[in-house]
């Protein structure tokens, strides 16, 4: 299983340069996102982009119900978050989110995480997760 981060996700909703790997990711792999991902994701296409929440709905309910496995963490995950953030986190250098290293830690049990974010990325790599690196919005990978 690949583990979506929100960005994949929006990147899909909002047709970025990402959309058709994700796109493709969710038909022919087992994909799964985090319950706080998914939050995340759903927040910024709302808040952020305006994009109207029946939209956002219809487009997301047929994949969560067929293709993507929404994923919640557990004590176990809620841990190994904490302590990925308390070895990675750097104000300046290395500003990772609670919701990143939730999806880290989320990935113990799968196949990897595909994210266009350097810091997951980096941190992805330090703690040995297979990576599937995604174009940001200027196509540039991690």
Wanted: proline share 6%; charged share 25%.
């Amino acid at each position: 299983m690949i583990v979506l981060d929100a960005y994949a996700l929006g990147a899909l909703l909002l047709d970025e340069p990402a959309a058709a790997e994700v796109e493709a990711m969710l038909r022919d792999d087992e994909a799964g996102i985090s319950s706080v991902n998914l939050a995340e994701a759903l927040d910024v296409a709302l808040r952020i982009y305006g994009l109207p929440g029946d939209r956002v709905r219809e487009a997301l309910d047929p994949l969560l119900a067929a293709s993507v496995a929404v994923l919640w963490p557990t004590e176990r995950e809620a841990w190994r978050a904490a302590e990925i953030r308390s070895r990675h986190y750097h104000r300046r250098t290395n500003p990772l989110s609670l919701a990143d290293c939730l999806l880290l830690a989320t990935v113990t049990h799968a196949d990897g995480v595909a994210t266009a974010d350097p810091g997951v990325a980096r941190v992805a790599r330090d703690e040995g997760i297979h990576l599937v690196p995604l174009p940001d919005s200027s196509g540039r990978r991690p």
